[in-house]
């Protein structure tokens, strides 16, 4: 997918997938691909900056974990993240069917 298009929602997509849970940036990067059906296919250097991002907006908190012998940056979603991402589903919905009444 175009990196153009995907200007502006990545981030809510970060979030709806740490929503569902705690996970380290890795693991983050394989749900957006998993749940995209391979659409979502990001570097590193997309969805990391991101996460920094997030996280100094308060809307992600990570810690320090060690999963299967390696030392992980785990990040977990805020109560401001999980308003954030409500905001963000309900700006989509009002966009997904302005879309298509224009395209149908």
Same mark, same amino acid.
């Given at each position: 997918?175009?990196?153009?298009?995907?200007?502006?929602?990545?981030?809510?997509?970060?979030?709806?997938?740490?929503?569902?849970?705690?996970?380290?940036?890795? =693991?983050?990067?394989?749900?957006?691909? !998993? +749940?995209?059906g391979?659409?979502?296919?990001? $570097?590193? @250097?997309?969805?990391?900056? /991101?996460l920094?991002?997030?996280?100094?907006?308060?809307?992600?908190?990570? =810690?320090?974990?060690?999963?299967?012998? !390696? +030392?992980?940056?785990?990040?977990?979603?805020? $109560?401001? @993240?999980?308003?954030?991402? /409500?905001?963000?589903?309900?700006?989509?919905?009002?966009?997904?069917?302005?879309?298509?009444?224009?395209?149908?």
């Amino acid at each position: 997918m175009q990196a153009e298009a995907l200007k502006g929602h990545l981030d809510g997509l970060i979030l709806a997938v740490v929503a569902a849970g705690p996970a380290h940036g890795y =693991a983050i990067i394989e749900q957006l691909k !998993r +749940r995209s059906g391979g659409t979502f296919a990001l $570097p590193e @250097g997309t969805v990391y900056p /991101a996460l920094h991002r997030l996280e100094r907006a308060g809307l992600l908190a990570s =810690a320090w974990a060690d999963a299967g012998g !390696r +030392r992980r940056r785990v990040y977990r979603i805020t $109560p401001g @993240g999980r308003r954030g991402l /409500a905001e963000r589903r309900r700006d989509w919905e009002r966009f997904a069917h302005a879309v298509e009444a224009v395209l149908a």
